[in-house]
């Protein structure tokens, strides 16, 4: 990941972590109502980088997946019959391309039901994920008494 990128992740990350989800999110789940943050539920996917061989075989060893995006929001949307499990977004730098390895895990992931993106800028990176939010509500499963 180069700098460039590297700044932009960080950005989105930190505004995801200061974001409360939009009203249009919480007034159809309250459970996601303020101060519940956007950030609560994106993380990073450590799959990049350079390594020595040996943490690279440590890495893969613990599951580290060639091409998986940078981010994953871990929030299902549904909206009627419809169900997206979450939201993937690779990040890249402005004029990057998505590497071989890349395109073919978004596509897994798009079979998957997952909705995937690029973006590569914060503005980008924001309309898309709430374009994702704005989908259908945010699926609960609730949580059972006793």
């Known amino acids: 990941m180069n700098r460039a990128e590297q700044a932009l992740q960080i950005a989105c990350v930190e505004w995801a972590d200061r974001a409360a989800f939009p009203e249009f999110v919480w007034q159809s789940s309250r459970w996601l109502a303020p101060p519940v943050k956007i950030g609560e539920f994106l993380h990073h996917v450590p799959n990049g980088g350079a390594r020595t061989p040996a943490?690279?075989?440590?890495f893969k060893a613990m599951g580290v997946r060639a091409g998986y995006p940078d981010l994953?929001?871990?929030?299902?949307?549904?909206?009627?019959?419809?169900?997206?499990?979450?939201w993937r977004c690779e990040m890249k730098a402005p004029g990057e391309k998505m590497r071989p390895n890349q395109q073919l895990r978004a596509e897994q992931?798009?079979?998957?039901?997952?909705?995937?993106?690029?973006?590569?800028?914060?503005?980008?990176?924001q309309a898309k994920l709430y374009e994702y939010l704005a989908r259908g509500t945010p699926w609960y499963r609730g949580l059972r008494a006793g």
Do not use: K, N
């Open 55 to 58: 943490e690279g075989g440590i």
């Open 72 to 86: 994953a929001l871990d929030l299902a949307i549904v909206d009627g019959e419809m169900f997206w499990p979450g």
């Open 109 to 125: 992931l798009m079979r998957a039901g997952y909705v995937f993106d690029t973006a590569d800028t914060f503005e980008q990176f």
